[in-house]
């Protein structure tokens, strides 16, 4: 089955907008986290959200969680132009310690 | 900040060959994985390594990879003979102590390409 899917696939925005990106996923989990990979690069760790916690900030992002719905939102506000990425949801469940990323969501921010 | 390394960037293997892929983790991390991602596709799990030893692997690390702390500093991913479905970015990464909750540290990959 397939785990963290994200959507939308793509979102392009003007910069200072505030960009919105869905993940749902289909097992229980330990916690949950967004990576930025932007071209060429490796994924750099944003932010993490323990199964039960229900809403964390870091800086410009904001990231929501619904273990009902299955499912995370992250929210960047007043985007730049660097924030131009793709932005992976990544799932850890029961005891292992693999990340399972789902297909990412690519933002484009126009300055 | 300390950063995971992956060398060589890009290698260019003809199929069948051997091929080492490496990686240097943070220094004070306990915890080294190898990622894939195919172009296009998903960032897959490989592999995760603990203690010297694989702790979990995927379907896709069948017989053909291994991995190897051959000292300590170093994380190799080894496939024995490429195929051309192996072509991909390979990322390593690492995290501190307890795997669970820590946040993974990422190279910038190698990205291979099997002729």
């Avoid at chain 1, 229980?28 to 916690?53: A, K, M, P, T």
């Amino acid at each position: 089955s397939q785990q963290g899917e994200e959507d939308p696939q793509a979102l392009s925005i003007q910069e200072g907008e505030n960009a919105t990106m869905n993940c749902s996923y289909k097992t229980s989990i330990n916690n949950l986290q967004w990576y930025r990979q932007n071209s060429g690069r490796g994924l750099v760790h944003l932010i993490l959200i323990r199964s039960n916690e229900r809403e964390k900030h870091s800086g410009r992002l904001r990231v929501t969680l619904d273990t009902s719905k299955k499912s995370s939102s992250l929210l960047i506000t007043a985007s730049r132009a660097a924030d131009t990425a793709s932005y992976f949801c990544a799932t850890e469940t029961g005891y292992g310690n693999k990340l399972v990323f789902g297909a990412g969501t690519i933002l484009r921010v126009k300055s | 900040e300390p950063e995971v390394t992956q060398t060589p960037s890009h290698q260019v293997t003809q199929m069948g060959q051997e091929v080492i892929l490496r990686c240097v983790p943070i220094s004070n991390h306990l915890y080294f994985y190898w990622y894939r991602q195919i172009l296009g596709q998903k960032v897959e799990f490989l592999v995760s390594f603990y203690n010297n030893e694989i702790s979990e692997k995927s379907e896709i690390f069948d017989d053909q990879f291994s991995v190897e702390r051959p000292d300590g500093s170093n994380f190799t991913l080894k496939i024995r003979s490429t195929k051309l479905e192996d072509s991909a970015m390979y990322f390593c990464a690492s995290s501190p102590n307890s795997p669970s909750g820590q946040p993974q540290h990422f190279g910038d990959g190698t990205r291979l390409s099997i002729l």
